[in-house]
Structures are given as structure tokens and as C-alpha cells.
């Protein structure tokens, strides 16, 4: 069981939802956070609260999606800080919509967040934690990428990168004492829908009823992250409808896919993706 306690962390997003639930875990045991992130005032109430609950830590403000702040911000807390145990590549946006009629400035927005900044983030760290001898990376991806959820093609496809990059990465860091962990949950209460993207009223509506009628909010999900990294996890995928539909996907591919063509084609798709996400079941 690997202990958390007095921890160094680095996590980006940090200011809001996943993120700064995990800033306060963290902060219950101690640890020293750097909370990264776009929003400079929101950071300013995420440091007041880990300070309230015992831990301490000062806010970076960046852009993920711009690769010299991601390098600037390693160099800063490898030299300030002394090294760095914990990274939560973790901020993230969404976009919904039909290839073809989806933006492709929207598509370049998305994966330069979703995909490019845990890239960033890893290539920046990496060398470092092995420099260090030691260290963990947590990728945030979503239930996303492995299900092709409907009309959010740019969404799933980032989160499969992250998924890949994350499995890919649990192999290749193992020799150097470097853990991985990939963090897939469906949708929670959260502020994601803030950001959203769309191209139609059904795309909205979809998002933010399945995040406002979501069983589970983001301290549960922080929750299982932390337990994941204790427990050395490559995995989280805290809801069980999220458990459930991963194994059918696993095992029956096939089937999982034409189902859900048969279902749009059909005119199903949409009903039934309403009467889930109004009750909470996605």
C-alpha cells in the first residue's frame, strides 16, 4: 500500500471539479500542492482551502495546451520544491458534434487540451522522476475513451489518446520506479458542461443532464483516484453503469458497436440517451 502522506503533487485543473477535490484529499494528509491552472482566482480559493485542511502549496498559472508553460512550470517546482512525487495531468474540456460538422477549430481546441497537454505533461515530468529515481503520473481520461459515446467523436477520441498513452506509459516506467495511473469515470457532477462545445441543442441538453442528474459527485470520484494510487492501480472506473458497459465493450465488441449503430440508425439513439442521462445512469 503506498503511503500519500506529505506528498508533493502537481495537478493541473486544480482549481475546480476532479482537480481540486483531489487538491483537498491531498491536503488532508499533508501534502504540498501546486494548484496549475487557467483560472487564476478560482486557484486562489483551491489554496485557501488546502491550507485549511492541513496542507500547503501555491498556485501556477498556465495554459496545458501551450508546451513551454508545461516545461516552465517542471522546471519551476523541480527547482523550488526539491522534486515532484505526484502528477495529475488533469485539466480538460468537452466538445460534442457530428464529424464533418463539428469545427475543426474545435477539434485542435480539444485535443490540444484533453490530449496534448497530458502529452506535455508527461514529457516534461518524465525525465525528471527518472532523474529523481522515482515519482507517479495520473492521466484523467473519461469512460470516453473506451466507448464511442454518441456525437462526441473529439471527446472520445482525446480521452483514447490519454487511455493509450497511460497503458503504454505503466509498461515502459516501470524499470524506473514510476507508477501510472488513468482515471475513466462516466459523468459526474462537475463543471466540464461549462466549457462544452456543441453544434446542436441535443448535444447540450445530453451533457448537462447527464451531469446534473449524475449519481456520483467529484469528491467520490477523488475518492477512487486516491484509493487507485495507493494500491498502485492502472485502472479507475468508479461507476459501476461505467463498469458494466467497459466489460460488454471488452468482451463483445462487435456487438457493443452494431448496437449502437442499429440504435441510431433506427431513431432510437437519442430517446434512449435522454431517458439514461435524466436518470443518472451514464
Known sequence: MRDLSCKRAIITGAASGLGKSIAL????????????????????????????????????HLDVSKPEQVEAMAKHFFNIWGGVDLLFNNAGVAAAGHVGKISLEDWKWIIGINFWGVVYGCHSFIPRMKAQGYGYIINTASIGGFLPLPE????????????????????????????????????????????????????????????????????????????????????????????????????????????????????????????????GLL
Open 25 to 60: 484529499m491531498l491536503a488532508t494528509k499533508g501534502c504540498r500542492i501546486g494548484i496549475a491552472d487557467i483560472n487564476p482566482e478560482k486557484a486562489e480559493l483551491t489554496l485557501k482551502q488546502v491550507m485549511q485542511r492541513g496542507g500547503s502549496g501555491e498556485i501556477y
Open 152 to 279: 462526441m467523436s473529439p471527446y472520445n477520441t482525446s480521452k483514447a489518446a490519454v487511455v493509450s498513452l497511460s497503458e503504454t506509459l505503466r509498461s515502459e516506467l516501470a524499470p524506473h520506479n514510476i507508477g501510472v495511473t488513468v482515471v475513466c469515470p462516466s459523468f459526474f457532477n462537475s463543471n466540464l458542461n461549462l466549457s462544452l462545445r456543441y453544434t446542436d441543442e441535443f448535444e447540450k441538453e445530453a451533457c448537462h443532464a447527464a451531469i446534473r442528474n449524475a449519481k456520483m459527485n467529484s469528491d467520490v470520484v477523488a475518492e477512487a483516484v486516491i484509493k487507485a494510487i495507493k494500491k498502485d492501480k492502472l485502472y479507475v472506473v468508479p461507476q459501476l453503469t461505467g463498469k458494466l458497459q467497459w466489460i460488454l465493450r471488452r468482451f463483445f465488441p462487435s456487438i457493443y458497436v452494431r448496437g449502437l449503430a442499429f440504435l441510431n440508425k433506427n431513431g432510437y439513439a437519442k430517446p434512449l440517451m435522454m431517458w439514461v442521462v435524466r436518470r
